[in-house]
Structure formats: structure tokens, C-alpha cells
């Protein structure tokens, strides 16, 4: 029980602190990263995260607005 409280309050620590320190695209990069380390997989185009999730969904993960959950995955995309 102590393992999990504990893991908890270091996700919730390292969440505040992206929130308050890193810019929306190293939030999203590091949503990005524990997404693949949790669901991902390599496939023929490379490594894919198996389960889908929306924009909105990933603007509410990283406390960023859709649009610029958006613009930050373009730029992702044409980098």
C-alpha cells in the first residue's frame, strides 16, 4: 500500500511540476514517452502507442488547450 500512495504522490509532484516549469511541447513530449513506455510496440512504420487517444485527451493529460495540443503535434510531426 505504501508502494502505490507513494508512486501516486510522485506522479502527482512530477505532473505540478511539468505544469508549472516545461512548455507545452515537453509535456507532450513526456506524456509521449510514458505512453509508449506503457502501450507501445514497433511496427513497420516504426513505434506506435496501441491505444488511441484523442486530441482532447491529450490536451486534458498535459494541461494545454486543444489548439495547441494540435500545433505542437504538427510541429512534431513535420520535425
Avoid: C, H, W
Avoid at 64 to 74: E, H
Amino acid at each position: 500500500m505504501t508502494k502505490q500512495v507513494s508512486g501516486k504522490l510522485y506522479r502527482f509532484e512530477t505532473r505540478a511540476e511539468d505544469l508549472v516549469f516545461r512548455s507545452a511541447s515537453s509535456r507532450i513530449a513526456r506524456i509521449l514517452l510514458n505512453l509508449d513506455s506503457e502501450f507501445g510496440a514497433d511496427s513497420e512504420r516504426g513505434r506506435t502507442i496501441g491505444v488511441r487517444f484523442t486530441q482532447a485527451e491529450l490536451s486534458s493529460m498535459i494541461g494545454a488547450s486543444r489548439p495547441t495540443t494540435n500545433l505542437v503535434l504538427n510541429a512534431f510531426r513535420n520535425a
